[in-house]
């Protein structure tokens, strides 16, 4: 009985050690975000004789990279929802609605880049393009990190349910995927917004 207690215990201590991880891991990316902004902020202006942002920028384009975005985050809300039912199929069905916007948010940011790069606009055209090229791609490579973590975690649940540990995974993967999120809206502002006035 001391053993079952003491081990419980151990598993509880796991589960907050890795909770306290994440929250680190997200600190660490609030500062690489913040650095990058940053750095957009200083090198906006310098063109180089290169595209500026109002020649550059599909106004339509990043207004449904947006929209899709933000709706990914209503659907994975709808998930951890789900999760408190304690319903599997429910969450399955809201986490893969998720990962089928992700998808389509990375297509189009794929295509913008596509078409800058067709253009003539690449990452070594201007120090803006260096700076915009990294911030956005950056954000990209998390969402398609959340995309790949989305799937790992859709085949979990399918296989052993919810759990524990597939409990703590579900609500950990719904904060990174919201964070990202907020970081998408000082792009949109940031970078877009302001770019196209």
Known sequence: MAHAVET???HEDHES???AGFWIFLVQDVLLFATLFATYVVLRNHYAGGPTPK???DVPG???????LLTSSFTSGLAALQLNKKSVGGLITWLVITGVLGLAFLGFEINEFTNMVQEGATISTSAFLSAFFTLVGTHGAHVTLGLGWMLGLIIQLARRGITPVTSRKVSVLSLYWHFLDAVWIFIFTVVYLIGVM
């Open 17 to 19: 050690i890795k909770i």
């Open 62 to 68: 990043f207004v449904a990279e947006t929209f899709i």
């Open 55 to 57: 020649e550059l920028f």
């Open 8 to 10: 419980g215990v151990k």
